[in-house]
């Protein structure tokens, strides 16, 4: 199910004129890829290349895969101004990789090549993914750059960390086709709150070991969590996905990043959520581990029925609770914290036990979910759940597939995150 992600976001680009421009770094390669899945997804793409574009990718390449030419220079149709028709008949636009030099022309408004020319008259949603070395990206000179577009109300995805050309690593890689198209399809909706937000989200359930071989665990397969993940990346959201161990694929698009026990967890969490928009917690997280980890073996003749000595786990989401509240009861706080989403598996929908937790571990929203039934809880693909809001809200969600409930837990958070802007 949400390994199609990439292929929904694509499908809500059909019938779409898309212009996508490229600009001249080594990603240029990539946009091929990403032209091609523009295209699959029934999209109209036309692109525009940078003379440096065409040192790393050739117009052929793109005209090959769109089944349009490939347009470099201004002058190509000068009888029909060429860059106010390519710029009208967008119906969004997609710069990718734009090098800092072209993200200082948008910011500065210049018009000196077809790329630049045609990005000054478009009117369309415009979606602007950064690639570059770690140090151009980090210049005052760039970051002015991106917030001016930013402020303009250019969606600006990526860049993502990882090895950049030449063997340096940092920031500046250009993010994955997959991410850039959830973009384009999250700004083409009329409403996107979560577009460009960062979410954290857990899932799966923790080990606690006891040794080696064995450990302490639970049901939880990830289902609900992955699907949480892959609908905020279809929304447009930057999307950290913080998992226990699991079978499912990893969503199109999300970065993922594996743990197996509640510590591991907590701190992946807690780095992650320095700088998050929305921390959603559908993780299963153990509340005990056992005191002692036995690195060898132990013998099942010196292992006494009842006597794994167990101590209790950080409650991560608690945690982050009592900072926020700590935060704003300092007035020191850096940026807003973010939004606390929690679940409570439950086998009954007990209000007043959901409406407990979500008050005493500082949540704004809260999923109580049924896991004692065939078609809701563990390792299926339904649910029913209750949503309870610290501002009020009650929502019954009766039986639904689990994409579909991520979809109203969206639903609800991008409501809670007009309401913050409002605020
Ligand atoms: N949680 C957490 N850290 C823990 C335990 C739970 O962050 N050590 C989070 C879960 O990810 C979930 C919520 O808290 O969002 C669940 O709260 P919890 O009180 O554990 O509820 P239940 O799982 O329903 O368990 P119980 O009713 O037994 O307390």
Not at 58 to 86: K, N, S
Not at 328 to 343: K, T
Request: hydrophobic share 45%; charged share 20%; aromatic share 4%.
């Amino acid at each position: 199910m949400v390994g199609f992600a990439q292929d929904f976001a694509a499908k809500e680009l059909s019938g779409r004129h898309v212009l996508l421009g490229v600009s001249g770094g080594i990603a240029a390669y990539k946009a091929a890829a990403l032209a091609r899945e523009l295209v699959k997804g029934g999209a109209t793409v036309q692109v525009v290349l940078t003379p440096g574009a065409t040192q790393f990718v050739g117009a052929a390449t793109f005209a090959g895969l769109t089944g349009r030419p490939a347009h470099t220079g201004i002058f190509d149709e000068a009888h029909a101004i060429h860059h106010v028709r390519l710029a009208r008949e967008a119906d969004i636009a997609v710069f990718a990789p734009a090098t800092a030099n072209l993200i200082a022309k948008f910011a500065a408004g210049l018009a000196d090549d077809l790329v630049s020319s045609t990005f000054t008259c478009l009117t369309c949603p415009v979606v602007v993914a950064p690639a570059m070395h770690t140090e151009m990206w980090s210049h005052t000179a760039t970051q002015d750059n991106i917030a001016t577009l930013a402020r303009r109300g250019v969606l600006v995805v990526g860049p993502d960390e990882g090895e950049l050309a030449g063997g340096d690593v940092g920031p500046g890689r250009l993010v994955d086709p997959a991410t850039i198209v959830a973009a384009m399809a999250a700004a083409l909706r009329p409403s996107r709150p979560l577009a460009g937000q960062r979410v954290v989200v857990t899932a799966g359930g923790t080990r606690e070991p006891i040794d080696p071989v064995r450990y302490i665990g639970n049901r939880s397969s990830g289902k609900m969590g992955y699907a949480l993940a892959a609908e905020c990346s279809r929304r447009g959201a930057r999307v950290e996905l913080v998992s226990g161990p699991t079978w499912l694929p990893e969503p199109a698009g999300v970065s993922t990043h594996s743990v197996e026990t509640a510590l591991q967890m907590r701190d992946a969490v807690l780095e992650l959520a320095v700088d998050a928009d929305v921390v959603i917690k559908a993780a299963a997280v153990a509340d005990f581990r056992p005191t002692v980890y036995h690195r060898q073996k132990i013998r099942k003749e010196h292992l006494e029925l009842g006597s794994v000595e167990l101590e209790r786990n950080p409650d991560i989401l608690a945690e982050l609770g009592a900072d926020r509240r700590r935060r704003q009861s300092e007035g020191a706080i850096p940026g807003p914290a973010p939004l606390l989403v929690g679940f409570a598996a439950e086998t009954d929908l007990e209000e007043e036990r959901g409406r407990d937790k979500l008050h005493r571990k500082g949540m704004d929203l809260i999923v109580v979910n049924r896991v004692d039934m065939a078609d809701a809880g563990f390792n299926v693909d339904t649910n029913r759940a209750l949503l309870l809001g610290a501002d009020g809200l009650r929502a019954e969600v009766g039986l639904t597939t689990k994409a579909e409930l991520a979809g109203v837990v969206c639903d609800q958070i991008e409501a809670l995150l007009v309401q913050r802007q409002q605020s």
